[in-house]
Structure formats: structure tokens, C-alpha cells
């Protein structure tokens, strides 16, 4: 095996800061890598030092190799590699060796002894050119090649579904989008009794509802339509404030869902880990990024009663679309636009109203319909259209007119 101690917002020198027992650490025998933090952890648990490098230090960076040995080996002299720090090393301990500097000739890559590494930039993004083949040589210095497949972890993944759920009924919501299509689909593989249920809340794209329950068909998936329009635009009339039509959109969901699912003996969700970091749940030091209703109280006690099951939630999107790939969903399925949870509601700004939303559906479906016609829709990440408070004047034949904006 091998070991990384990863990247953290947190700096080593501050109290409280991340720590590990290096004793321990040492004992394993196995390779380690530490990256930005985890380096300069390493650094002071070898006797060195670290100190803040005066100017953050944010974005590409040439990297000199001046070592080519295991960590670095088949790396050109010279390549770029993306940096987010604000402490560097400063010390090194003796028999430390530099494998590579900055163009300040700040140590970015070094190496403690035979099974200790560390690097000061980030390797998994992509903006550091040769990332992958530096994750790819770390691996390789355990004795094994690195064997992952999404074939094999799809196999994995569908066996410990099928151990998690044992034998319970499993309750889920569908929406259309990417994660809960590769949920649904992945728990259906594993054999399970499942109840997918789709809460139709007015606030979606035109025949978006239809267009859901028809491609869940096409997967051999029956879903459960619940049509709740009338009770959503109800709780949203003369809302005009962005967070309190999340909010109530979500505590609606939250209560229609519930009152469809009845009794739950196992509920299924698509967290992702995105999800869980921008959570911020408890006992996490993260920033609170969003609010999501994959964390309100009602599922959080399904948790602490060991009945919430999220498969997908150490995983990114990119990596959803490859399993979701794996288990033959077809292509348009997984790389449809996200589209956020409270549907058109944060589309249109300002009140809700049937005819508000009328308007930017028929935008959006000219804007969509405009961008698939021109290949431009599987180039695009995310693309919509919002309907926004005011009204502008422009031009129709040889006359003036006064209408809405959309963006």
C-alpha cells in the first residue's frame, strides 16, 4: 500500500492545527506522499521548519526538476504545476534532498528518506501538467501498479449496496439529473426493493416532468410521480427573497417527499462528496458553501438510526458520469446540464408566479433548444436562462416595445 496526507485549509504552525502520529506513521513501512500541507507536516515531523512565504502563492508555477529519481522520473527538466499556499518549508532537515524548486528556488518537491515524499503543489488538478504520472509513481514505488478500473469498483460498489441494504425496502428521490439517475440505477443493480419517487414541484423546465418519468422507463425504472405543483407555488406566492424560496422550496420537498414514502426502512440519497463539504455538517471546520436538504433533521436521524444510505458519497461528478457509464446509462442521461435543486424558483428572480414562470420556460427551451442544435450543449458545462425583475425596450418589426428581460 501507499499513503498520502493530503492538501487543508488549515496552517501547520496555527493551534489546533491537523496533526498525525508519526510514530505510527513511520511503523507502516509503506510509501507516503505529502501534498501542500501534508509536505510541510512532514517537514516539521522531520525536524524542519515551515514559515509563511510572504505573498500567498496562487496559480501556475514553472517547476525546475532538479532530481529525476522515483518520485519525478520521465518528467521533462521543466513543467508547469499549480500552487495554493500561503506557508512554504523553510528549514530543511539534514539528509532532506530537493527533487525540484519554484523559480524563487523555493523547494516544491523533496525527499526525506527512501519512503518518504513530499510535494508543495497540487497534483490532482489538472493544471499541473505531469500530476497524474507523479501520482503514478508514487503508487508504483509500493510494489504495485496502480490497478483501479471503474469496472471493478462498479462490481465493488454494487456488492456493498447490496450488504448495506439487506434485504430492506430502499426509498429514494429521482429528479432526472445525473446523481440521482446513477443512484437509482446502481441500487436497482444491487437487487434492491425500491421505491423511486419524483416530486414534481411546478418550478421545472418545459415537459421536464414527462421527459423524467420516460427516460427512468427506458432504464426499466418505474417511478412514483408526485405532482405537487399547486402546494409549492402556494408557499412561494409573494416570496421574493433568494434564500427564504430555498428554504421553503426545501422544507415542501422535505414534507411531500416524507408524506409519499410513508414508513422508511432505508432511505437512499445522491450525496455526493461535493455535497458533503459545502454542507458543512457537524463537527466539520468547512466553510458552509450551501444549505442542502440532504442534511436537514429528518434525514440526519435516519443517519444516527443507521438507515440513510449514500454509495455515491466519496465520489465527484466526473467520476458519478464514469460509473454511471459503467452501469450503460446512456450518454444524454449523463451529460445532462445540472440544474439546481430549487428548479426555476432561483431562475426567476423576484415572486413566483405561473405566468413568470411560463415566460422563462419558453426562453430556456428556445436557448436549450439552440444550443443542442448547434453541438454547442455537450461543450457547454451549465447553461440556462433567468428571467429577470425588470422590463427594457427594444425592437420588433418597425415598432417600439417594453417587455422582459431575460439572461
Known amino acids: 500500500g501507499a499513503l498520502v496526507l493530503s492538501g487543508e485549509p488549515a496552517r501547520v504552525n496555527e493551534p489546533g492545527a491537523p496533526d498525525v502520529d508519526f510514530e505510527k506513521l513511520q511503523s507502516l513501512g509503506c510509501p507516503v506522499l505529502g501534498v501542500c500541507y501534508g509536505m510541510q507536516l ?91 504520472e507523479i501520482l503514478r509513481n508514487f503508487l508504483e514505488l509500493s510494489g504495485e501498479a496502480p490497478a483501479f478500473t471503474m469496472d471493478r469498483f462498479k462490481d465493488q460498489l454494487i456488492e456493498e449496496t447490496r450488504r448495506a441494504i439487506a434485504g430492506r425496502k430502499v426509498v429514494c428521490a429521482v429528479s432526472g439529473g445525473v446523481d440521482s439517475t446513477v443512484l437509482a440505477v446502481l441500487v436497482h443493480a444491487a437487487g434492491a426493493d425500491m421505491h423511486p419517487i419524483f416530486v414534481d414541484n411546478g ?19 418505474e417511478v ?65 458553501i450551501k444549505t442542502h436538504h440532504n442534511r436537514v433533521d429528518r434525514i440526519l436521524e435516519l ?42 424558483a432561483v431562475r426567476v428572480v423576484g415572486e413566483i408566479t405561473p405566468e413568470r414562470l411560463e415566460v422563462c420556460r419558453g426562453a430556456d427551451a428556445i436557448f436549450i433548444g439552440e444550443l443542442k442544435d448547434s453541438g454547442w450543449y455537450d461543450k457547454v458545462w451549465q447553461a440556462g436562462t433567468a428571467l429577470l425583475p425588470v422590463r427594457t425596450v427594444g425592437v420588433k418589426g418597425d415598432e417600439r416595445t417594453y417587455e422582459e428581460a431575460v439572461s
Not at 87 to 104: F, I, K, T, Y
Not at 203 to 221: K, M
Not at 312 to 341: C, Q, S, T, Y
Open 42 to 132: 512532514l517537514n516539521r515531523k522531520f525536524g524542519g521548519s515551515v514559515a509563511h512565504c510572504g505573498d500567498r502563492e496562487y496559480g501556475p508555477v514553472t517547476m525546475e526538476v532538479r532530481h529525476p529519481d522515483a518520485l519525478l522520473k520521465n518528467l521533462p527538466a521543466q513543467s508547469t504545476i499549480w500552487m495554493s499556499h500561503s506557508d512554504s518549508v523553510s528549514d530543511l532537515p539534514a539528509g532532506c534532498e530537493v527533487l525540484a524548486v519554484n523559480p524563487r528556488g523555493t523547494p516544491v518537491a523533496v525527499r526525506w528518506n527512501e519512503k518518504f515524499f513530499g510535494i508543495q503543489f497540487h497534483p490532482e488538478v489538472s493544471h499541473s501538467e505531469y500530476g497524474t
Open 303 to 344: 443517519q444516527a438510526e443507521g438507515r440513510l444510505l449514500e454509495p455515491l458519497a466519496e465520489l465527484f461528478k466526473d467520476e458519478v458520469r464514469e460509473l454511471g457509464a459503467a452501469l450503460n446509462i446512456p450518454h444524454d442521461m449523463l451529460h445532462r446540464h445540472p440544474f439546481p435543486g430549487p428548479g426555476l
Open 203 to 221: 418550478l421545472l423546465r418545459r415537459n421536464e416532468g414527462d421527459e423524467v418519468v420516460a427516460q427512468f422507463r427506458r432504464l426499466g425504472i
Open 224 to 288: 412514483d410521480r408526485v405532482d405537487a405543483s399547486d402546494r409549492f407555488l402556494t408557499r412561494l406566492k409573494g416570496i421574493t427573497d433568494p434564500e427564504e424560496k430555498r428554504r421553503r422550496i426545501g422544507d415542501e420537498f422535505i414534507d411531500v417527499f416524507f408524506s409519499r414514502a410513508g414508513s422508511v426502512e432505508l432511505l437512499a440519497q445522491g450525496t455526493l462528496y461535493p455535497d458533503v463539504i459545502e454542507s458543512a455538517t457537524s463537527g466539520s471546520q468547512a466553510s458552509r
